[in-house]
Every structure is written in structure tokens, then in C-alpha cells.
């Protein structure tokens, strides 16, 4: 954009306004769910002269009445409070014991979240917690309180459409919003399915998403264990090294969006941006 980047700002939400489907594509999308309340860190350029609040109606505007926009302490809270884990987590629960066979039905993806599952998420969600605590310690005055325990997350974007919140696992289960979604699969030419890890769910969010995140908790030196141990699966589905042991040092990082490939090599420089 050159001079212009000056002049702008830009708007990073934690997730989408909605839970949607495409039913025709560039024609109609079908909307399952609105989330009540989505979180905002806007960035401003040197020559940007209106002022957030302004720019957040603007936003709220075009989203009408709902989902609420409230903004962020800093813009780092983002990146860590996303649920970019939630995928990839479901699916490694799902098919990482995988014999190869074909199944005869789509399974359900959140509402047939287990034990098993929800432990992997709420553990993650406990390594994004620790790295933002850490990122607090060392960075004096920030503020990372938006980011909070995935059940939170859930009952703050969904509590109208949860019908048991007594855990992470009933949540996801009973959400309304999810009413039948089921796995990324493929038809197998007898009429049965297997699973699609091409989807959106390992390609994009992890090179976007968790690789983001785990970059932000190898600044902070924060370990992740469960973490590590998904996107390990997840990477290899996709046919993609992002992760070598416990360190993000694959020959694919180019092809992600971790701060260390824009020159970020400490907590310090997070803020230099």
C-alpha cells in the first residue's frame, strides 16, 4: 500500500461474527448461530486521524446489532485468545488412532466432542493462559486479562445458545449453533467416508493459527506440550514440517504467519510493531 498504510487501520478479530455455511457459493451462505460479543484490537497508522472508538461503530455498523465489538487491551491478546487449537484438537482426538477404514457415517465435530477431546482443548487453552501470564512478567504494563479459559470464551460468545455450560465438553455438545455439523470428510466410491485433512481446519489454522500461537509461546518460553503434540499430527496430514520436537523450526515456518518470520526474535519486539 506504499504512503497509504499511513492513512489506515487495521481490525483483527479473535473469530468470525457468526457460525455460517456456504450454501451457494458467492451467493448465499446460511448463518447457524450469531456469537453475542467478538473481541477487536485495532491498529493505527501514523496518519490515521479518527480515533478507535469511532472506527469500532463503524465496524459495528456493517455487523448490525449483534455480535457486541469490544476491544482489546492490546493487540497480542488476540493471537493467544483465539480458538485457533479447536480444530485441529477435535480432529486429533477424532483420527489420530485411525485404522484407515472407511466409516459409513459423518460423525458430528462439536457435538461429538468426548473426554478425550476436551481435555486436549481445555489443556491448550491452559498453555495460551500460561503464555500470556508469562508475556505479563516480563512485559511491565501490559494487560493480558482478555485472554481467558476456553469455557469462558464459550460462555461469553454463546451463553444464549448453551444448554448445558457445566463444562467445556457439555458446551460444545449442547451448542445450538453447532446443530449438526459434522467432520470434513470424503465420499469413498461405495458410499462411505473418510476424513478430509485438506479442509480449512488443519490447512489454514494451523500454518495461521497455531503456528502463531505456538511462535508467540517459544518467545515467551513457554512450553507447550500439548500443543506441540497436535500440531506434530496436524502438520503431517497436511503434508507440511512447521515443528521438529518441541521447537518451530521446520522448513515450512516461511510458509506461516510466526512472528519470528517478520523479525520478532523476543517478547520485547512483540510490542515494537
Given at each position: 500500500?506504499?504512503?497509504?498504510?499511513?492513512?489506515?487501520?487495521?481490525?483483527?478479530?479473535?473469530?468470525?461474527?457468526?457460525?455460517?455455511?456456504?450454501?451457494?457459493?458467492?451467493?448465499?451462505?446460511?448463518?447457524?448461530?450469531?456469537?453475542?460479543?467478538?473481541?477487536?484490537s485495532i491498529l493505527k497508522g501514523s496518519g490515521c486521524k479518527k480515533d478507535?472508538?469511532?472506527?469500532?461503530?463503524?465496524?459495528?455498523?456493517?455487523?448490525?446489532?449483534?455480535?457486541?465489538?469490544?476491544?482489546?487491551?492490546?493487540?497480542?491478546?488476540?493471537?493467544?485468545?483465539?480458538?485457533?487449537?479447536?480444530?485441529?484438537?477435535?480432529?486429533?482426538?477424532?483420527?489420530?488412532?485411525?485404522?484407515?477404514?472407511?466409516?459409513?457415517?459423518?460423525?458430528?465435530?462439536?457435538?461429538?466432542?468426548?473426554?478425550?477431546?476436551?481435555?486436549?482443548?481445555?489443556?491448550?487453552?491452559?498453555?495460551?493462559?500460561?503464555?500470556?501470564?508469562?508475556?505479563?512478567?516480563?512485559?511491565?504494563?501490559?494487560?493480558?486479562?482478555?485472554?481467558?479459559?476456553?469455557?469462558?470464551?464459550?460462555?461469553?460468545?454463546?451463553?444464549?445458545?448453551?444448554?448445558?455450560?457445566?463444562?467445556?465438553?457439555?458446551?460444545?455438545?449442547?451448542?445450538?449453533?453447532?446443530?449438526?455439523?459434522?467432520?470434513?470428510?470424503?465420499?469413498?466410491?461405495?458410499?462411505?467416508?473418510?476424513?478430509?485433512?485438506?479442509?480449512?481446519?488443519?490447512?489454514?489454522?494451523?500454518?495461521?493459527?497455531?503456528?502463531?500461537?505456538?511462535?508467540?509461546?517459544?518467545?515467551?518460553?513457554?512450553?507447550?506440550?500439548?500443543?506441540?503434540?497436535?500440531?506434530?499430527?496436524?502438520?503431517?496430514?497436511?503434508?507440511?514440517?512447521y515443528i521438529i520436537g518441541s521447537k518451530l523450526t521446520g522448513k515450512d515456518?516461511?510458509?506461516?504467519?510466526?512472528?519470528?518470520?517478520?523479525?520478532?526474535?523476543?517478547?520485547?519486539?512483540?510490542?515494537?510493531?
Open positions: 500500500m506504499g504512503e497509504k498504510a499511513d492513512l489506515c487501520a487495521i481490525a483483527s478479530f479473535e473469530t468470525l461474527p457468526w457460525v455460517c455455511r456456504i450454501e451457494k457459493f458467492g451467493v448465499s451462505i446460511r448463518i447457524m448461530g450469531t456469537k453475542e460479543m467478538v473481541v477487536a478507535r472508538l469511532s472506527i469500532l461503530n463503524e465496524i459495528q455498523t456493517v455487523f448490525g446489532e449483534s455480535p457486541k465489538i469490544e476491544l482489546v487491551s492490546n493487540y497480542l491478546a488476540i493471537p493467544l485468545m483465539s480458538t485457533a487449537f479447536l480444530h485441529p484438537a477435535i480432529l486429533y482426538a477424532k483420527w489420530k488412532d485411525w485404522d484407515g477404514k472407511a466409516v459409513t457415517e459423518k460423525p458430528l465435530f462439536y457435538q461429538g466432542v468426548d473426554h478425550t477431546a476436551a481435555q486436549y482443548l481445555s489443556s491448550s487453552s491452559e498453555e495460551m493462559m500460561s503464555t500470556a501470564r508469562e508475556i505479563e512478567r516480563q512485559q511491565s504494563g501490559v494487560d493480558m486479562k482478555d485472554v481467558v479459559p476456553l469455557i469462558d470464551w464459550y460462555k461469553n460468545h454463546y451463553s444464549d445458545q448453551l444448554v448445558d455450560d457445566s463444562s467445556l465438553m457439555r458446551a460444545l455438545q449442547t451448542n445450538k449453533a453447532y446443530d449438526g455439523l459434522v467432520h470434513p470428510m470424503k465420499e469413498t466410491s461405495d458410499g462411505k467416508f473418510v476424513p478430509d485433512f485438506a479442509y480449512r481446519y488443519l490447512s489454514e489454522d494451523v500454518p495461521f493459527g497455531m503456528a502463531v500461537q505456538k511462535g508467540i509461546a517459544e518467545l515467551a518460553g513457554v512450553k507447550t506440550p500439548v500443543i506441540d503434540e497436535v500440531l506434530t499430527w496436524a502438520q503431517e496430514k497436511i503434508g507440511k514440517e515456518v516461511p510458509e506461516t504467519r510466526a512472528p519470528q518470520n517478520y523479525g520478532i526474535n523476543n517478547v520485547a519486539d512483540l510490542f515494537k510493531h
